[in-house]
C-alpha cells in the first residue's frame, strides 16, 4: 500500500522561484526521505531525515517534518530547468522492516526556463 | 564506489512468454536488495526484498518470483507473463547494517517491460 501522499500531483514554475512540495503519511516512521526521477531513469536519493529531526538543509534542498501531523515537505529554492522531474517521499517504519520503503505517487515538477 | 546494474533496458514480451530480468550490484558485500514496479511512471510498488542469499520476502502476491543465488545478483522472474505485468521495473540496494538503522536507497536505471 502506498502510505505517502504528495501535494500537489503536478507543479509548474518558472526558473528562479522556489518549489514546495508536501507529503502526508500514516503510521509511525524511523525516517522519512526523498527521492527525485528523471523521465524514465532510476530514483535518485535526495535526503532523509530521521523521525526526531525537525528540519534539515542540503544545498538548495530544505525538508521539515512534522511527526504529530505525519507530513513533511520539501523545499527546492531558486529552481532550474535541470530540476525538472519527479519526486517522491518515501517512509522507513523501521523496527524489523530490513530498510523498506513505502513510496507516495510523487510530484511531477516542471521548471520553465 | 557501488554500482548497480540493470539489465535488460527494454523488453517486449507477448502474453504467456517467460521472464527473467537480472540486477548486480559491484562494490559492496551483504547488501539488501529489493524490487519495485512502476506503473504509468508514478508510484513505486515493492515486489520482493532480499536480505542474504537464498533469503526472498514477497510483498504482494502475484505471478512473479524473485531469486538471489548469489551475494549481489538478484532476479526477477515469471513463468507466464500478463499484460499487467508491463511496467517499469527498478532495483534497488541498501547496506544491511547501518549505524544509524536509515537505509537510504540506490536505484539502477530500470526495465522498461511492455507485455503484448
Redesign the interface.
Known sequence: S?QGEEDPQALSIQEGENATMNCSYKTSI??L?W?RQN???????LI?I?SNEREKHSGRLRVTLDTSKKSSSLLITASRAADTA?Y?C?T?E?GTS?????????TILTVHP | SQTIHQWPATLVQPVGSPLSLECTVEGTSNPNLYWYRQAAGRGLQLLFYSVGIGQISSEVPQNLSASRPQDRQFILSSKKLLLSDSGFYLCAWSFLFSGTFSYEQYFGPGTRLTVT
Do not use: I, P
Open positions: 502506498q524511523n525516517n526521505q527521492y523521465s524514465g531513469r532510476g530514483l535518485v536519493h532523509l530521521r519527479s517522491f518515501a522507513d523501521g530490513y530498510g523498506k520503503l513505502t513510496f507516495g505517487q510523487g
